[in-house]
C-alpha cells in the first residue's frame, strides 16, 4: 500500500492569505455583473397612442394569432420546418449544449477502468519477471480552488445561453420574411393585373386611333402617341411578370420547396385591401425591449461569457493544484489479481505555480479585459439598433394610412378624370394629349397606391418582428446557478 503526498512548501506571503481562503471555501475570480445603462431615450417619441390599452405585447402574441390568413400560416409552418438557415441556428444551438456539457464536465474528476501487463528483466538478477495490474484511476484531475474552471463553465453557458437567443431571432426573423415574401407576392399579382388591364386599355387606343386616322379625324401623330403607351405598357408588364417570378423563386427559398399550387393558384384572384387584419401592438418603452427582443438579450449573455473569461484570466495566475490516484490488484501473476493482500493504491497531489511565462497570462488577462469592453460596446449597439428600429416602424404606422388615404382619393379623382377626357377626345373637345396624360396619371396613382399598401403591411409585419414577437419559448436547456 503507498500513499504520496505533497511535501509542505511555504507560499509567497503576498499570496498566503488569499490562498488559505482558497483552500478553506474556494473563491471566483469573475467580476461582479452590473448590466450596462441603455444608451437610449426612455420613452419613444410615437408610442402609438391609438392602441387599445387592452393590446398585448407583440412578444406574448403567437405567430399563429398575429397571421390569421390560413395560407400564410401554413407557408409559415412550412418554412418553421424545412428552411436551412433555421435549421443551421437549431444545430448551433446543440453544439454550443454540448460545449457548456464539456465544460463542466472539468470540474469532476475523470475515473477510468486500467488494465496493465509487463514483463521486463529484474534489477537484482537481470530475469524476466512479469506484473499485472488491474482497478481505477484517476489521472489529472484539476481541484478548482481559484475558480478558473468554474469561470470557464460559466463562459461556456453564456455561449449557449446566446447561441439559444440566436435561434430564436432566426426564427423571428424567417417568420417576418416569409410574411413580408407573401404579401410582395400579392402585390406583385395586383400590378400585373393593374398592367394587363392597362395594356389592353392602350390596345384599344391604338385602334381607335388608327380608325379615326383612316378617317381623317385624327392626326398621324396621335396614332404613333399610342402606339408608343401601348409598347411601354407591354415592357412593363414583362418587367412585372419577371419580378413576380423572382419574388416567388425568393419565398420558395425561404419556405426550403417551392411554392403549393394551390397556394399559388389562388394569387390571381387577391387583393391586398382584403388581406387579413393585423393586431395592433402597443410599443411600450425602450426598456421593455432588453427582455423581449432575442438579439438583445443575445448580446447581453456574450457580455455575461466575457466577463467570465476575466474570472478565467485572473484564475491563471494562481495555483493549480492536480490530483493522480490509482486503486487496484497488482500481482506477478495473472491468476493473483484480486486476491488477499493484492490491494493497493496511490495518490499523488500536484501544485504548479507560475513563476515564469514571458507576460503570458497579463496579456491573457489584457485581452479578456478588452473583450468585456467590446462585449459591452456590442451589446449598447444591439440596444441602439433595436430602438431605432421600433422607432422607424412606429412612423410607418403613424403616417402610411394616410398616404394611402391620401393617394386612393387621387385615384379615384384620376379614374373620373380618365372617363371625361376619353370622353371629351371621342366627342372631338380636347386633344389626344389630354387623354394619354390621364391615362399615365391613373396608371401611375394606382401602382403608387398598391406600393403604399404593401408597404403599409409590411411596416406591420416589422413592428411585430422588432418587438420580439415571432417566437414561441419552448423552455429547455441549463439554468444558470
Same mark, same amino acid.
Not at 35 to 41: G, H
Not at 138 to 148: C, K, N, P, Q, T
Not at 164 to 175: C, G, H, M, N, P
Given at each position: 500500500m503507498h500513499k504520496h503526498t505533497l511535501p509542505r512548501t511555504r507560499p509567497a506571503r503576498a499570496l498566503s492569505p488569499l490562498v488559505i481562503a482558497a483552500l478553506l471555501a474556494g473563491c471566483s475570480f469573475i467580476p461582479k455583473y452590473?448590466?450596462?445603462?441603455?444608451?437610449?431615450?426612455?420613452?419613444?417619441?410615437?408610442?402609438?397612442?391609438?392602441?387599445?390599452a387592452t393590446a398585448r405585447a407583440a412578444a406574448d402574441i403567437d405567430w399563429k394569432d398575429y397571421f390569421t390568413d390560413p395560407r400564410l400560416q401554413r407557408l409559415i409552418g412550412i418554412a418553421l420546418g424545412n428552411n436551412r438557415d433555421l435549421?443551421?441556428?437549431?444545430?448551433?444551438?446543440?453544439?454550443?449544449?454540448?460545449?457548456? #456539457?464539456?465544460?463542466?464536465?472539468?470540474?469532476?474528476?475523470?475515473v477510468n477502468a486500467i488494465a496493465s501487463g509487463t514483463r521486463q528483466p529484474s534489477i537484482v538478477n537481470g530475469q524476466y519477471a512479469n506484473q499485472f495490474q488491474?482497478? +481505477?484511476?484517476?489521472?489529472?484531475?484539476?481541484?478548482?480552488?481559484?475558480?478558473?474552471?468554474?469561470?470557464?463553465?460559466?463562459?461556456?453557458?453564456?455561449q449557449?445561453?446566446?447561441?439559444?437567443?440566436?435561434?430564436?431571432?432566426?426564427?423571428?426573423?424567417?417568420?417576418?420574411?416569409?410574411?413580408?415574401?407573401?404579401?410582395?407576392?400579392?402585390?406583385?399579382?395586383?400590378?400585373?393585373?393593374?398592367?394587363?388591364?392597362?395594356?389592353?386599355?392602350?390596345?384599344?387606343?391604338?385602334?381607335?386611333?388608327? +380608325?379615326?386616322?383612316?378617317?381623317?379625324?385624327?392626326?398621324? +401623330?396621335?396614332?404613333?402617341?399610342?402606339?408608343?403607351?401601348?409598347?411601354a405598357a407591354r415592357a412593363t408588364y414583362a418587367q412585372q411578370q419577371r419580378q413576380r417570378l423572382l419574388d416567388e423563386n425568393a419565398l420558395a427559398l425561404l419556405l426550403g420547396q417551392p411554392l403549393p399550387d394551390d397556394i399559388r393558384a389562388s394569387l390571381p384572384s387577391m387583393r391586398l385591401a382584403d388581406a387579413a387584419l393585423m393586431q395592433p401592438l402597443p410599443a411600450g418603452l425602450p426598456s421593455d425591449l432588453l427582455q423581449r427582443r432575442p438579439d438583445i438579450r443575445q448580446a447581453e449573455q456574450l457580455l455575461i461569457g466575457a466577463n467570465a473569461n476575466i474570472g478565467a484570466a485572473r484564475a491563471a495566475f494562481?495555483?493549480?493544484?492536480?490530483?493522480?490516484?490509482?486503486?487496484?490488484?497488482?500481482?506477478?501473476?495473472?491468476?493473483?489479481?484480486?486476491?488477499?493482500?493484492?490491494?493497493?493504491f496511490s495518490l499523488a497531489p500536484q501544485l504548479a505555480l507560475p513563476i515564469f511565462d514571458a507576460g503570458r497570462n497579463q496579456a491573457g488577462l489584457e485581452s479578456a479585459r478588452a473583450g468585456r469592453e467590446i462585449a459591452v460596446a456590442q451589446y449598447e449597439k444591439s440596444i441602439q439598433t433595436a430602438f431605432r428600429e421600433v422607432s422607424d416602424a412606429l412612423a410607418g404606422q403613424a403616417t402610411l394610412q394616410q398616404q394611402i388615404d391620401a393617394q386612393r382619393a387621387q385615384t379615384q379623382a384620376d379614374?373620373?378624370?380618365?372617363?371625361?377626357?376619353?370622353?371629351?377626345?371621342?366627342?372631338?373637345?380636347?386633344?389626344?394629349?389630354?387623354?394619354?396624360?390621364?391615362?399615365?396619371?391613373?396608371?401611375?396613382?394606382?401602382?403608387?397606391?398598391?406600393?403604399?399598401?404593401? #408597404? #403599409?403591411?409590411?411596416?406591420?409585419?416589422?413592428?411585430?418582428?422588432?418587438?420580439?414577437?415571432?417566437?414561441?419559448?419552448?423552455?429547455?436547456?441549463?439554468?444558470r446557478s
Open positions: 452590473e448590466r450596462p445603462a441603455a444608451p437610449v431615450p426612455e420613452a419613444f417619441a410615437l408610442a402609438g397612442n391609438d392602441v387599445p435549421r443551421v441556428a437549431m444545430l448551433n444551438v446543440e453544439q454550443a449544449r454540448a460545449q457548456f #456539457q464539456i465544460q463542466r464536465a472539468g470540474q469532476f474528476p475523470t488491474a482497478g +481505477l484511476g484517476i489521472s489529472a484531475w484539476e481541484i478548482d480552488f481559484f475558480g478558473r474552471i468554474g469561470a470557464l463553465k460559466e463562459q461556456a453557458l453564456a449557449f445561453l446566446a447561441t439559444e437567443e440566436a435561434r430564436k431571432s432566426a426564427q423571428i426573423s424567417l417568420v417576418a420574411a416569409v410574411a413580408s415574401g407573401w404579401l410582395t407576392l400579392m402585390a406583385d399579382e395586383e400590378l400585373l393585373d393593374i398592367s394587363r388591364r392597362t395594356l389592353e386599355t392602350r390596345e384599344e387606343s391604338v385602334k381607335l386611333t388608327r +380608325l379615326r386616322l383612316e378617317h381623317g379625324v385624327s392626326s398621324e +401623330l396621335d396614332s404613333h402617341q399610342a402606339e408608343s403607351l401601348a409598347q494562481f495555483p493549480r493544484i492536480s490530483l493522480t490516484a490509482q486503486f487496484g490488484s497488482v500481482s506477478d501473476e495473472l491468476s493473483g489479481l484480486f486476491k488477499s493482500g493484492s490491494w493497493a379614374a373620373k378624370r380618365l372617363d371625361l377626357s376619353d370622353l371629351r377626345y371621342r366627342n372631338g373637345v380636347a386633344s389626344y394629349l389630354d387623354l394619354l396624360d390621364a391615362q399615365r396619371s391613373l396608371y401611375a396613382t394606382e401602382q403608387a397606391l398598391v406600393q403604399t399598401r404593401l #408597404q #403599409q403591411l409590411q411596416n406591420q409585419v416589422t413592428l411585430y418582428k422588432v418587438l420580439g414577437g415571432g417566437w414561441t419559448d419552448t423552455g429547455g436547456g441549463p439554468a
